[in-house]
T-cell receptor, first 115, second 115 residues
Framework: AQSVTQLDSHVSVSEGTPVLLRCNYSSSYSPSLFWYVQHPNKGLQLLLKYTSAATLVKGINGFEAEFKKSETSFHLTKPSAHMSDAAEYFCVVSDGGLHGQNFVFGPGTRLSVLP | EPEVTQTPSHQVTQMGQEVILRCVPISNHLYFYWYRQILGQKVEFLVSFYNNEISEKSEIFDDQFSVERPDGSNFTLKIRSTKLEDSAMYFC?????????????FGPGTRLTVL
């Protein structure tokens, strides 16, 4: 069975400093991995995804993530935080089931950006 | 950009009442999903739907739940007799395909409150 761990429930950074949101997964298959962001009272927006091509994936709004199979990790980074990045971030693994693609969500990390 | 829409944004109901949550997936998508997020908890998979039938469902999706695509555009989730523990945010999603690499696009959610 697939599972996702997000090691930090809350991360707080100052504006202009780097962001690191950690994600580790377990998967029986070659996984596809996604990061979604949820702003307050908004839906889930795709930031980026890994699908077994390049291990360093670039997404929207300056975010990127690196797939490391040896560490079973898919950490999300951004060089310089902006106030608008404050949101909840979810790491997701896709189990690619035969009868449907079921996303397994991590518990989420709330990112706060301080002025 | 096409997006998934959901109505209503907030639904309040009495315990034991039936509710229907509505979703309009992206028009060329063929696979549809419902997820829920109880306050403070993970986003959990409920059910996937393709070709007018359920592809896969989780153990949460018991006999109180049903899904339907009543016409060419809507995708609905019905809870027959709501319980207090059904209070949650319900997200609809759709995807073009069901490969593990395929992105699911999420709606903004319906917040269901059962009193």
């Amino acid at each position: 069975a697939q599972s996702v761990t997000q090691l930090d429930s809350h991360v707080s950074v100052s504006e202009g400093t780097p962001v690191l949101l950690r994600c580790n997964y377990s998967s029986s298959y070659s996984p596809s991995l996604f990061w979604y962001v949820q702003h307050p009272n908004k839906g889930l927006q795709l930031l980026l995804k890994y699908t077994s091509a390049a291990t360093l994936v670039k997404g929207i709004n300056g975010f990127e993530a690196e797939f490391k199979k040896s560490e079973t990790s898919f950490h999300l980074t951004k060089p310089s935080a902006h106030m608008s990045d404050a949101a909840e971030y979810f790491c997701v693994v896709s189990d690619g089931g035969l009868h449907g693609q079921n996303f397994v969500f991590g518990p989420g990390t709330r990112l706060s950006v301080l002025p | 950009e096409p997006e998934v829409t959901q109505t209503p944004s907030h639904q309040v109901t009495q315990m034991g009442q039936e509710v229907i949550l509505r979703c309009v997936p992206i028009s060329n998508h063929l696979y549809f999903y419902w997820y829920r997020q109880i306050l403070g908890q993970k986003v959990e998979f409920l059910v996937s739907f393709y070709n007018n039938e359920i592809s896969e469902k989780s153990e949460i999706f018991d006999d109180q739940f049903s899904v339907e695509r009543p016409d060419g555009s809507n995708f609905t989730l019905k809870i027959r007799s709501t319980k207090l523990e059904d209070s949650a945010m319900y997200f609809c999603a759709s995807s073009e395909d069901t490969a593990s690499t395929d992105t699911q696009y999420f709606g903004p959610g319906t917040r269901l409150t059962v009193l």
